[in-house]
């Protein structure tokens, strides 16, 4: 059974940062596109970030380029967004995805979801 989990959000001041980790288990992580998701209350899910199997290509949406960075550790079927200098309209819930192989900017297009991790940014 594939299952992803999502953990790391919180709350953070503006200007700091968080580091989310997202485990997978019953499949292999090296065959997966993983997608970072967010959904702030009111608004549409939106990719921010996706990295496809062979983690040649990791695609960052502009809202948060030079900010977040996405790393995966297949070997530990782990995959992370380091999420530097936050803002206010970061706030959201963070998600990770799966899909086969390769990325997709469409939320639809992903099988495997976690269940979502708050992060929170306010002074």
């Known amino acids: 059974q594939l299952k992803v989990v999502e953990s790391g959000g919180g709350l953070v001041q503006p200007g700091g940062s968080l580091r989310l980790s997202c485990l997978v288990s019953g499949f292999t992580l090296d065959w997966y596109a993983i997608g970072w998701f967010r959904q702030a209350p009111g608004k549409e899910r939106e990719e921010i970030s996706c990295s496809s199997s062979s983690a040649d290509s990791i695609n960052i949406a502009d809202s948060v380029k030079g900010r977040f960075t996405m790393s995966r550790d297949n070997a530990n079927n782990s995959v992370y967004l380091q999420m530097n200098s936050l803002k206010p309209e970061d706030t959201a819930v963070y998600y990770c995805?799966?899909?086969?192989?390769?990325?997709?900017?469409?939320?639809?297009?992903?099988?495997?979801w976690g269940q979502g991790t708050q992060v929170t940014v306010s002074s």
């Open positions: 995805a799966a899909r086969f192989n390769y990325c997709s900017n469409w939320p639809a297009d992903f099988g495997s």
